[in-house]
Each structure stands twice: as C-alpha cells, then as structure tokens.
C-alpha cells in the first residue's frame, strides 16, 4: 500500500513564527502536492512538484514557499504564520499520470 | 482559469435509495477524472476514476459516467448504506499538466 505520512496532526503556532510541514511517501511517485483544505472551498493546490528540485505554484502559493530535496520528501514553508493560515493542510503524491494518494492531514492553528 | 464544479453541496437520500454527484469541468483537454471519499476526520481516499477514452466505469455500486461534450462526469451510488456518509470530492486532470483541480465536494447524508 502507498503510505505518505505527515510529521505532524494537529499544529499550534503563534502569529509570524517560520512554520515547516514535512511530507514523506514511501512509493517512489515522482510527483508530489501540498494542498489546504477550508469548509466550503474544497481543496486548494498550493504548490506542487514533479521531480526533484521542481515545483509550481498552484493556486494559493501567497505566503508559502516548499521544498523539494529528495523524492520521497516534499516540505511547506510558511514564512511567517498569519490567522488566515489556519486550516486543514493535505499533502499528497501521484505517479505519473496515476491517481493521488493522501496524507493523513496536519491541523495548523495560528494564534 | 481550469475550474471545477460540483453539485449539489449537501445530498441527503435513505438508505437502499441511489445517490448521483455531479461535476462539471472547464478545460475540454482534462482527461483524467477520480472521485475521492472522505470520512469525517479521515484522508480522501480515490474510490473510482475514469479517463476519457471511457464514457463509464463500474465498481459494485459505484459508477461513474463522463460526458466529454458536455464536459460533466457524475459519480452514481447505488443501494446507499450508511457507511456512504461522508464528503465526496470530484477532480479533474488537464492534458499535459500533474495537477488536479477539485470540485468543492459533497456532504452524503444516508439517513437509515
């Protein structure tokens, strides 16, 4: 079975701290997404990336930034936390022309 | 821009009556389209996908039907069960790109 993990669950952070989520699968898919999830507006990409050192913003990238060094590890950066960053953040990998698979979801709370 | 929508928002049904989810995509070179389930404070789970070669695929209860000219792909769910209830998300993928563009999902509500 695909497995992408997330480092963490549930996340509490204050206004204007560096905030990093890290995302690892374990199924050798080339391509990788971060995506946030908010009631009412399903799932927004905010960036994602196709190999190795690539990446491409989505639709949402204002406030993050990700890395990509490795295959299996794919990281959101939000530089400096705000409120509106609170929310639901879903990472996810595909191979190919595959389906995506999920990660478990990490919580963000910024106070 | 690529958009999705889907329809409706909210969808209550009894159980053992048939479920339909519609969505409707904007980029006419998508061609590919998987449905994802998601339970309460779970991760959305793929359940069926198509491609669009395919005008239907079926999976026990689950069908999904594309209609490239009009650009709509509808999930159907049959002999509903409570197990059902969850958040439904439709996606599309353009030609030629990685990303999926997701419609806003479903809340199914299957009322035993």
């Known amino acids: 079975d695909v497995k992408v993990t997330q480092s963490s669950r549930y996340l509490v952070k204050r206004t204007g701290e560096k905030v990093f989520l890290e995302c690892v699968q374990d199924?050798?898919?080339?391509?990788m997404f971060w995506y946030r999830q908010d009631p009412g507006l399903g799932l927004r990409l905010i960036y994602f990336?196709?190999?190795?050192?690539?990446?491409e913003k989505g639709d949402i990238p204002e406030g993050y930034s990700v890395s990509r060094e490795k295959k299996e590890r794919f990281s959101l950066i939000l530089e400096s936390a705000s409120t509106n960053q609170t929310s639901m953040y879903l990472c996810?990998?595909?191979?190919?022309?595959?389906?995506?698979?999920f990660g478990p979801g990490t919580r963000l709370t910024v106070l | 821009g690529e958009n999705v929508e889907q329809h409706p928002s909210t969808l209550s049904v009894q159980e053992g009556d048939s479920a339909v989810i519609k969505c409707t995509y904007s980029?006419?070179?998508?061609?590919?389209f998987p449905w994802y389930k998601q339970e309460l404070g779970k991760r959305p789970q793929l359940i069926i996908d198509?491609?669009?070669?395919?005008g239907e695929k079926k999976d026990q209860r689950i069908a999904v039907t594309l209609n490239k000219t009009a650009k709509h792909f509808s999930l159907h769910i049959t002999e509903t069960q409570p197990e059902d209830s969850a958040v439904y998300f439709c996606?599309?993928?353009?030609?030629?790109?990685?990303?999926?563009?997701f419609g806003t999902g479903t809340r199914l509500k299957v009322l035993a």
């Open positions: 996810a990998s595909s191979p190919g022309q595959g389906a995506g698979f």
């Open positions: 199924m050798d898919h080339e391509n």
């Open positions: 990336s196709y190999d190795v050192k690539m990446k």
């Open positions: 980029d006419s070179a998508s061609n590919y």
């Open positions: 198509i491609r669009s070669n395919v």
């Open positions: 996606a599309a993928r353009p030609t030629g790109t990685y990303k999926y563009i």
